[in-house]
């Protein structure tokens, strides 16, 4: 039978059918008894919760019956510099800061500076550093608390990352990164290697505190691979196994079919974008789901479910239910023409990112704070 859509960390392509996507991984459905023992904690829901844009989970409910015994966790989440952080990257890191306000927990955050390298063809380790660099700015920027943070970069932080990852992969076979991620006898060594550096940071607080630290990654969907073979190998080291929560994809520009990405840059709104960009990009780009003539679009009305813009303000930048509610019933009884709807998105992300620019400015003078070291550490 022909599949017609594939998720994996280096691919996704084709309009994903996320409850196909639930059987299919094995995880499960984030439902409403889990969102409300969720609520119970922090009094309110994030929209990314209330809307579904996290839509599954492995272990939330163990997570939370240890929190509620009295066990704390950490969040763990990543981002493989490789280019400009766009507006897709920012969905987990946005619950992620959340998540640390409303719990008062530490995060984790993984730059593993050589993954793309060992995964694309023509990525340097110098560009990748520099853009590890770059993409720091922008997680900065978000608003973590640096007292509770800790960014791990991989080639940065070698030395205490790599007896970690070899007590992972010494457990993992090659068929077993075969079968999870596609490769073949043609893979370069390093790629093979990868997934244990990746598990290392759901165990290194553990390792550092010498206590089991239950843990907790927000990330996209795609990520899932890596953390359905570490899980696997994690409780044999004598460690919980992360509970995790996944994100849907924030689709491309052109439509709901695959994923917004960083490498192909017609699909993407970067985080470093000038207001006269996104202007341009939404409008020559962001697909409508109006009708062709401003005639029949008052007549038939249009279809919120598969206009870009529409789904960019429901999972990002309109957060007040009720106005995200007019706006989806204006559009679909025509009131609301698609020329107005892409103005009330641009005039949306241009500020979201005037005000993120400024603060990424500031975080220039801020990345030390960030950064994992020894005395930082041991001071909190
Ligand atoms: P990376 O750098 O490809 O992506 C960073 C995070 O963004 C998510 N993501 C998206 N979410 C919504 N819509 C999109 N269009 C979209 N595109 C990407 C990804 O799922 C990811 O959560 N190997 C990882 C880096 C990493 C990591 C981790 C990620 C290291 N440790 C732990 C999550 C958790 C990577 O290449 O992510």
């Given at each position: 039978m022909?599949?017609e859509f594939k998720?994996t960390?280096y691919q996704?392509e ?9 059987k299919e991984?094995g995880?499960s459905e984030?439902?409403?008894p889990?969102?409300?023992r969720?609520?119970?904690?922090t009094?309110e829901?994030?929209f990314?919760?209330r ?5 599954a989970?492995?272990?939330?409910n163990w997570?939370l019956?240890?929190?509620?015994k009295?066990n704390k966790?950490f969040?763990y989440t990543?981002?493989a510099?490789?280019?400009n952080v ?10 992620c800061k959340?998540l640390q306000?409303k719990f008062?927990?530490?995060m ?9 390298f060992?995964?694309?063809q023509?990525?340097t ?8 660099y ?5 997680v900065i ?6 007292k509770?943070t ?17 007590k ?5 076979t090659?068929s077993?990164v075969k079968a ?12 093979i290697f990868y997934t244990?550096m990746?598990?290392v940071?759901a165990i ?9 630290i ?8 795609d990520q899932?691979?890596?953390f359905?073979?570490?899980r696997?190998?994690?409780?044999k080291?004598?460690?919980?196994k ?7 994809f924030l689709?491309p ?7 917004m990405?960083?490498s192909?840059?017609?699909t993407?709104i ?5 207001p ?7 409008n020559?780009y962001?697909?409508s789901?109006?009708?062709p003539t401003?005639?029949?679009h008052q007549?038939?009305?249009g279809n919120?479910d598969?206009?870009i813009?529409?789904?960019y303000l429901?999972?990002?930048f309109e957060?007040d239910?009720?106005k995200?509610k007019k706006?989806?019933d204006?559009y ?6 698609t020329?107005?709807l892409?103005s009330i998105l641009?005039e949306?992300i241009c ?13 220039k003078k801020?990345i030390d704070?960030?950064?994992f070291n020894?005395?930082?550490?041991h001071?909190s």
């Amino acid at each position: 039978m022909k599949k017609e859509f594939k998720v994996t960390p280096y691919q996704v392509e084709g309009n994903v059918d996320y409850n196909k996507l639930i059987k299919e991984f094995g995880v499960s459905e984030l439902d409403n008894p889990t969102l409300e023992r969720i609520k119970k904690h922090t009094k309110e829901l994030h929209f990314l919760l209330r809307r579904k844009v996290f839509f599954a989970h492995r272990d939330l409910n163990w997570l939370l019956d240890e929190y509620e015994k009295g066990n704390k966790f950490f969040l763990y989440t990543g981002r493989a510099p490789s280019g400009n952080v766009h507006i897709g990257h920012i969905i987990p890191w946005i619950l992620c800061k959340w998540l640390q306000d409303k719990f008062n927990v530490e995060m984790w955050f993984q730059f593993p500076d050589e993954e793309k390298f060992l995964f694309k063809q023509n990525l340097t380790l110098e560009e990748t550093e520099k853009y590890t660099y770059e993409n720091m700015l922008d997680v900065i920027a978000l608003g973590f608390n640096p007292k509770k943070t800790y960014f791990l970069i991989d080639t940065k932080h070698a030395n205490l990352m790599y007896k970690e990852a070899c007590k992972i992969a010494k457990k993992i076979t090659f068929s077993v990164v075969k079968a999870s991620f596609g490769f073949n006898d043609s893979t370069n060594i390093g790629s093979i290697f990868y997934t244990s550096m990746q598990a290392v940071p759901a165990i290194l607080p553990s390792v550092l505190r010498k206590k089991n630290i239950p843990c907790l990654i927000p990330m996209g969907i795609d990520q899932d691979p890596h953390f359905r073979v570490s899980r696997d190998v994690i409780p044999k080291l004598g460690f919980y196994k992360p509970s995790i929560m996944h994100n849907v994809f924030l689709p491309p520009l052109q439509g709901t079919s695959g994923k917004m990405s960083a490498s192909k840059e017609e699909t993407a709104i970067y985080l470093v974008d000038s207001p006269e960009q996104v202007k341009l990009k939404i409008n020559k780009y962001a697909f409508s789901g109006g009708q062709p003539t401003i005639e029949e679009h008052q007549k038939k009305g249009g279809n919120p479910d598969i206009d870009i813009s529409y789904q960019y303000l429901r999972m990002l930048f309109e957060p007040d239910d009720n106005k995200l509610k007019k706006i989806h019933d204006d559009y679909k009884s025509g009131k609301l023409l698609t020329s107005e709807l892409k103005s009330i998105l641009i005039e949306k992300i241009c500020s979201f990112l005037k005000e993120h620019q400024r603060k990424r400015e500031q975080a220039k003078k801020q990345i030390d704070k960030f950064i994992f070291n020894e005395s930082r550490f041991h001071k909190s």
